[in-house]
């Protein structure tokens, strides 16, 4: 099986800032450091709600198991999209 080629893509991550996931989310991006190209933090203080923009440069399989991580710790929501 041969792997897909690179593409730029954009993970979108949403998640409750009073829940401490974000401890969890930094391990996973960390584990994902060398397909991030860009990264964006807003803090949504008023709905305590965290926002983080990711842009990457990964395979599209890459790309679904950063995502999936993402998706699977508790609190953190994910949307992300393959240009």
């Known amino acids: 099986m041969t792997q897909s080629p690179p593409r730029i893509g954009l993970v979108g991550v949403t998640f409750d800032a009073a829940t401490g996931c974000l401890g969890n989310i930094e391990s996973v991006l960390a584990a994902f450091a060398?397909?991030?190209?860009?990264?964006?933090?807003?803090?949504?203080?008023?709905?305590d709600t965290g926002l983080l923009t990711l842009v990457v440069n990964a395979s599209t399989d890459q790309i679904g198991a950063l995502a999936?991580?993402?998706?699977?710790?508790?609190?953190?929501?994910?949307?992300?999209?393959?240009?």
């Open 34 to 47: 060398d397909v991030v190209v860009a990264r964006m933090s807003l803090p949504q203080c008023a709905a």
């Open 68 to 83: 999936g991580r993402l998706g699977m710790l508790e609190s953190v929501r994910v949307k992300s999209l393959v240009m």
